[in-house]
């Protein structure tokens, strides 16, 4: 079973401008969690999608956004970006099944903001 | 005080010698628990969740949970240079999927 996917992978961008980042969980997954990696704060929950439907958000102000599709694949969308923005963006997505709540994590996509 | 603490090392051990990682959490409610490997510059890789108090063991690895110590720790048996990486305690309250990270315990071993 392919594992999620994560894209892009890399990306650079300036103060100011916007972006999209996009997940596909493990076939058959239907939640997929964003959490935010830095150096200084380590992994942070960003939001979590089950069945298109936002059921829990962490505490990272209103630019950061996502939204999930019929299919389960997933975006999250960051506006007007800020240097500190730059961090490794990860993906998880879970089974969801009773007695599991494992996720499992996409290979990232590293935002740089110039 | 941080939801789940770790040292964060670097915690260095022979080929060969159990490493031990040790990670406390403070929500008395959190139900699951597990431990993800990073090396450097890649993704967060499963290596074991653990529901119940006592011992779980796969491998090389052994988790141990203690909820009335809010404890949880991860043995690594007969290291090897190939363990060398960030070890993540992750802990879930039960709000579905949402994990809760430590900062992590850098692992070295060395030959």
């Known amino acids: 079973k392919a594992g999620v996917t994560q894209t892009p992978r890399y990306l650079i961008k300036t103060r100011g401008q916007q972006v999209t980042l996009s997940c596909s969980p493990i076939s058959g997954h239907r939640s997929v969690s964003w959490y935010q990696q830095t150096p200084g704060q380590g992994l942070q929950f960003l939001f979590e999608y089950f069945s298109e439907t936002q059921r829990n958000k962490g505490n990272f102000p209103g630019r950061f956004s996502g939204r999930q599709f019929s299919n389960s694949r997933s975006e999250m969308n960051v506006s007007t970006l800020e240097l500190g923005d730059s961090a490794l963006y990860l993906c998880a997505s879970s089974p969801e099944l009773a007695g599991t709540d494992t996720q499992y994590f996409g290979p990232g996509t590293r935002l740089t903001v110039l | ?111």
């Open chain 2, 1 to 111: 005080q941080k939801e789940v603490e770790q040292n964060s090392g670097p915690l260095s051990v022979p080929e060969g010698a159990i490493a031990s990682l040790n990670c406390t959490y403070s929500d008395r409610g959190s139900q699951s628990f597990f431990w993800y490997r990073q090396y450097s510059g890649k993704s967060p890789e499963l290596i074991m969740s653990i529901y119940s108090n006592g011992d779980k063991e796969d491998g090389r690895f052994t988790a141990q949970l203690n909820k009335a110590s809010q404890y949880v720790s991860l043995l690594i048996r007969d290291s090897q240079p190939s363990d060398s990486a960030t070890y993540l305690c992750a802990v879930n309250t039960g709000t579905a999927s949402k994990l809760t990270f430590g900062t992590g315990t850098r692992l070295q071993v060395t030959l």
